[in-house]
């Protein structure tokens, strides 16, 4: 298994076509940064733009250059605090690019798996690795193996065409 740094994440965004992300927690506070920017949003402050900055300019840049970024959020329904915060801010995501859909967790199919991964181009899978208190090792964990990039390309487009388009669920 490889282990990929931002840069190397970065890297795969900008030789590949096709990135999609595939998250299935309920709440991601555990993970630097996002405990502070969802008080903000309870709170009803505005985000602070130097949190995702390096990440928006990413996205702009690779979306601009034709790489199609797409995540399916598995979500709960009715929604916990994290949920209201990730849903009322993906518009800033949406702006720069990415193509965000939600599936209630009700109508994912009963295979979904546990863990959060990233595929690009069906052929380098990468996943976010987490300890159990809910933050996030550095990094993620790669693989190129086709048996299991095949699959997760399989339950990508299941997933996807379940899910349902930002727009219409944050109405």
């Known amino acids: 298994m490889l282990h990929l740094a931002f840069d190397d994440l970065a890297h795969a965004f900008r030789t590949h076509h096709r990135a999609f992300h595939l998250e299935v927690r309920d709440d991601y506070s555990g993970v630097a940064g996002e405990a502070d920017r969802v008080q903000r949003f309870l709170d009803g402050e505005p985000q602070d733009p130097a949190a995702s900055a390096r990440w928006h300019a990413l996205m702009r840049e690779v979306t601009g250059a034709g790489c199609a970024v797409q995540r399916v959020r598995v979500i709960t329904e009715p929604h916990g605090d994290y949920a209201r915060f990730s849903v009322g801010t993906t518009a800033a995501n949406i702006e720069v690019g990415e193509d965000i ?64 388009p930002h727009a219409d669920y944050a109405k």
């Open 101 to 164: 859909r939600w599936l209630p967790r009700q109508d994912a199919p009963a295979s979904l798996p546990d863990d959060d991964w990233w595929l690009f181009d069906d052929e380098l899978a990468a996943y976010t690795v987490f300890n159990r208190d809910g933050t996030a090792e550095p990094g993620w964990a790669a693989l190129t193996d086709p048996a299991i990039t095949a699959h997760y390309a399989r339950l990508r487009d299941e997933l996807w065409t379940k899910a349902i």
